[in-house]
Every structure is written in C-alpha cells, then in structure tokens.
C-alpha cells in the first residue's frame, strides 16, 4: 500500500505512536449538517482513498457518508448520508448507523456499522465504487457494536470481531469473534478477550472493543483496540494493541500491558463527550514500514496518529501482559 498518509516521528519523542501535527484532520463542521465527524474508516480507493464517516447531525441523528481524498488527510465527504439498496436481504431497516469499519475483501469494498434494529446490532454492506451501497443482514442479535471483518477468509470463511454489549452506554464488553460461510449466517461465536483486572492494566478493565481491521503480520493478526477505564470523571478509551494467532485468532499471543496512545491533547480531552480515543482505520505500508491510524477524538473529530508497524509489533510482545 504505497503512499499513505505519513509523518516522521517527532525529534527527541520516545512514543511509539505519534499524533499528527495538524489534527485534527476533519473538523466537527466539515459538512453543513454536521454537529460532529468522529469515529470513521478509510481504505485506499483509486488514485487515493475513499471512507466512510460517521456524521451526526443537529439533531443528534447518526448516519454514515461516503467521502473521497487523494492524500488521505484532506477529504470531500458528501453532504447526503448513504442511501442502501437491498443487498441479500430485503430488510434494510436502521434507526441510526454509526462507528463504520471498511474493508476490501476478494472483490468488494465490506462495510460493517453500528446498526439501529430494536436496539444496537451489527449491520453489513457493499460497494463496488463508494456509490452505490448495498445493505445485507444484521449480524447478530442487539445487542452489539464494533463489528470489525478481517480482511481475508481464516480457514475459509469470513471472521469479524464484535463486542456484545447492553442497550446503553455499556459498563461492560469483552472482544468476541465469529464466522461466516456467506456473510449472511454468523455462528462459532469465540471469546477472544476481556478487560483486564484493575490491577494488572487499568486503562483497560473496563471495557475492551476491536478498532481498525487486523493486519496480518509475521507474529500473528495485528489488532489495534480501545480499552476503556470507568474514573470519577466517567470513561475514558484509550487504544491498545494485541496480536492474534493467525490460524486461531481466538487465541491472544501478546496484549499490551501500557496503552498506545490516550487522551492528552485538547481535541481528544474536549469534546461532546470528552476523554475519547477511539481507533477505526489503519492504512500500512509494509515496504516502507509506515503505519497510519485514523481515530475519533472526544467524540467530535477525526485525528490520526503514525507509528512504524515493526515497531508496535515489537512494543506489543514486548509490553505484554
């Protein structure tokens, strides 16, 4: 994946992941309805990239747009949220759709979101040219969020990642996955992983949920998450990394003990709801050993963060819990 977005690492910094200078990338107003563009995902498209955003707008109503760029930092989101067509189901009913993941797969662009049917579940779709969008069938019972595919079969079938949850603001969640023959039929549901005691890493025992899609490195299924602590100012997510078995991704090779990156800045400390970092893409260039990664700061913008992928493999087995 060449020329991703890409900054070095700032002189005389000893973090593993870095921020970009200019976040954040995409401001609260980008497009005229909006209240607020957070918690999104890229994938490279053409010449460039394409996303998919979550916008809210003023009414506090959520719903995912398409947008294009050509670096990957400055971007053109449609001011019309995705209309769905039916795509191996009849029913496309949302109440609200929200936190997308994208990932290319065989020979379609996958789509997953937070979807609105009698509560939180997770929702599938395609398209071929970030145009026209097709709605499958939920995944999974609500209640559910963070639905995240991986971006090849295992063993021949589709995985996705998810994080079972309550019809609020969950106090809970652990890191689930499950399998597909046909992308309409989920079951082999596994537990992954769960938050850790208060003890061991704190900035993660509360809850746990999977962000951008995984990357299949030589260690293993490289997996970016936030991890969430319950303080006296209420949550706080902040973003880990763990490494999966690539045969058996049920299985946790290394999780790091320390968080990647955690709220400090003011865009990711202020915001509709403050103390939120929160992954959702990842573009890496293997070759030149880049890393970018797209997060949703304080529930109100879009940032991104760099790191060399080498680098956070070797941090994540090395800081293992």
């Known amino acids: 994946m060449k020329n991703i977005p890409w900054q070095d690492k700032p002189e005389n910094s000893n973090d593993v992941v870095w921020r970009y200078t200019n976040n954040p990338i995409i401001d609260r107003y980008a497009i005229p309805s909006s209240n607020s563009i957070f918690n999104s995902a890229v994938v490279p498209f053409g010449d460039g990239f394409a996303g998919v955003f979550r916008c809210d707008n003023k009414a506090v109503q959520m719903n995912i747009f398409a947008g294009f760029s050509k670096d990957g930092i400055n971007w053109d989101i449609n001011h019309e949220p995705i209309v769905m067509q039916a795509g191996n189901t ?4 949302s109440d609200y759709k929200y936190d997308p993941r994208v990932v290319f797969i065989e020979d379609r662009y996958w789509i997953t ?3 609105g049917y009698n509560g939180p579940t997770i929702a599938i779709g395609y398209t071929f040219d970030f145009k026209e969008f097709f709605q499958c069938e939920n995944a999974y019972l609500p209640f559910n969020r963070n639905g ?4 090849q079969k295992i063993n021949g079938k589709y995985a996705m990642l998810s994080r079972p949850s309550d019809n609020g603001h969950t106090p809970f969640g652990d890191i689930w996955i499950s399998y597909s023959p046909d992308m309409k039929y989920w079951g082999e549901h596994r537990l992954v992983m769960k938050p ?3 003890e061991d890493s704190a900035w993660q025992c509360t809850k746990i949920g999977a962000g951008p899609i995984p990357i299949l490195t030589d260690e ?3 997996m970016l998450y936030h991890g969430v602590i319950n303080t006296c100012n209420g949550f706080r997510y902040s973003m880990g990394a763990a490494i999966l078995d690539t045969e058996q991704p049920d299985k ?3 999780r790091t003990q320390p968080y990647l990156l955690a709220p400090a800045e003011l865009y990711e400390q202020v915001g ?3 103390n939120v970092v929160f992954p959702c893409a990842a573009l890496h260039d293997t070759e030149e050993d880049k890393l970018a990664i797209y997060y949703g700061a304080a529930d109100t913008v879009v940032s991104m963060a760099f790191g060399k992928l080498s680098e956070v493999v070797e941090f994540t087995k090395k800081n293992s819990l």
């Open 272 to 274: 509709d709801v403050g």
């Open 196 to 198: 850790t005691p208060f």
């Open 90 to 93: 009849d029913m496309i009913e």
């Open 113 to 115: 979101w937070c979807n």
């Open 220 to 222: 293993g299924w490289l």
């Open 148 to 151: 995240v595919l991986f971006p």
């Open 252 to 254: 946790v090779k290394y």
